[in-house]
């Protein structure tokens, strides 16, 4: 069973989250999967960015909602680095993407992007919300969705489901077996987040998991050698 490795956000651990910088560090490190997170702006871009909000990240205050692209283009992601949108992140790096939806709205103007440039078989679209796996499943046929969960039991089983994901997305320091078992009789992949000690990979390695979200280009390399 081949063990992916997702770089969170780029290689947040090494390069300013959510930039293309991070990005293209993690392609050159050789991650299988690139993970980012996608906000609406105020006239309808899809940008990339984690918070609802730019101030943890950048030089500027106030809700990504409330900004325009161009207000947006104005502020220092990190290291000179400017917020990106998903568009130039598809142009950036060959790398497949895994991208995190915050709601219903991000799925309509994701699944538009996704409609026009076919990118089903390159973009898995994950979200801690069902309603928005359900909503991109429905505009996008064929799509890979994944379900992600901090604070879950089975039960996250069920529902990933009933929302049509293929792949879990948990918190490894809340995972138990039994959770992985009852995902795998329900035929489900498992990634672990975030996993960035060989502590934790050991673990995920323990558990079967069929990969690691990780914020280190590092684990990478060592998960070759972890048994």
Known sequence: MYFLTIGHRGVMGVEPENT???FVAAQQAGLDVIELDLHLSKDGALVVMHDAEVDRTTDGSGAIADKTLAELRSLDAGRGERIPTFEEVLDAVRTPLQAEIKDVAAARALG???RQRDL???VEVSSF???AIIEIARLVPGVRT???AQYYGTDVVERAVAA???TLCLDLRRLTLEVVEHARRADLRVIGWVVNT???LRLARAFELNGV???YPEIKRTGRFTA
Do not use: I, Q, Y
């Open 20 to 22: 293309l910088r991070s």
């Open 112 to 114: 538009e992007v996704m």
């Open 120 to 122: 089903t078989s390159r």
């Open 129 to 131: 919300h069902d309603e």
């Open 146 to 148: 994944a379900l992600v």
């Open 164 to 166: 049509g994901a293929a």
């Open 198 to 200: 060989p502590e934790h």
């Open 213 to 215: 979200t990780t914020d």
